[in-house]
């Protein structure tokens, strides 16, 4: 045998040079993306131009952490949150729901309200902010559901 490097070295060596670079260029560095730019980590912004809201802790989703605050709200608008992943919507007086704000069709996150509808800018799908059902396409399933408790003037992760 010589001392050089046989094919089975060449080929293993190329391949890992490449996947590096590719897994990379495919991560996520856990920061904003360009549609979430004006959605502050850790605060609720409202769809309809609304300032961010000071909510108190807002955590991973669990143990009742304050999300937001009732008055944050208006009747017919949402608040779209980072950390949680979570948009609550008010479709009508008092009545709050909590969604994922991953859309289902491939995974962007919904940023804001058009036509009364959650919207997904990475290709316009719509979803509907009293049960999340896909309005218009391309996604065909809902988003997911996110619990929430009402306390007081509290919107709590249920």
Same mark, same amino acid.
């Given at each position: 045998?010589?001392?050089?490097?046989?094919?089975?070295?060449?080929?293993?060596?190329? #391949?890992?040079?490449? %996947?590096?670079? +590719?897994?990379?260029?495919?991560?996520?560095?856990?920061?904003?993306?360009?549609?979430? #730019?004006?959605?502050?980590? /850790?605060?609720?912004?409202?769809? %309809?131009?609304? @300032?961010? /809201?000071?909510?108190?802790? @807002?955590?991973?989703?669990?143990?009742?952490?304050?999300?937001?605050?009732?008055?944050?709200?208006?009747?017919?608008? #949402?608040?779209? +949150?980072?950390?949680?992943?979570?948009?609550?919507?008010?479709?009508?007086?008092?009545?709050?729901?909590?969604?994922?704000?991953?859309?289902?069709?491939?995974?962007?996150?919904?940023?804001? +309200?058009?036509?009364?509808?959650?919207?997904?800018?990475?290709?316009? /799908?719509?979803?509907?902010?009293?049960?999340? @059902?896909?309005?218009?396409?391309?996604?065909?399933?809902?988003?997911?559901?996110? #619990?929430?408790?009402?306390?007081?003037?509290?919107?709590?992760?249920?």
């Amino acid at each position: 045998m010589t001392s050089g490097l046989n094919r089975r070295q060449a080929l293993v060596g190329a #391949a890992a040079g490449v %996947s590096v670079p +590719l897994l990379a260029a495919c991560g996520s560095d856990g920061g904003s993306t360009a549609t979430d #730019a004006n959605t502050p980590s /850790s605060a609720a912004t409202s769809a %309809s131009g609304g @300032s961010g /809201s000071d909510s108190g802790g @807002s955590g991973s989703g669990g143990g009742g952490d304050v999300l937001a605050k009732t008055a944050d709200i208006e009747v017919g608008g #949402a608040v779209f +949150l980072e950390e949680p992943s979570v948009v609550i919507t008010q479709p009508t007086e008092g009545d709050f729901h909590g969604f994922n704000r991953t859309c289902t069709h491939q995974q962007c996150p919904v940023t804001d +309200l058009v036509d009364g509808n959650i919207h997904c800018a990475c290709h316009g /799908s719509m979803f509907s902010t009293t049960d999340g @059902s896909p309005v218009e396409g391309p996604a065909t399933s809902p988003l997911a559901g996110f #619990a929430l408790e009402v306390k007081g003037g509290n919107i709590l992760a249920g």
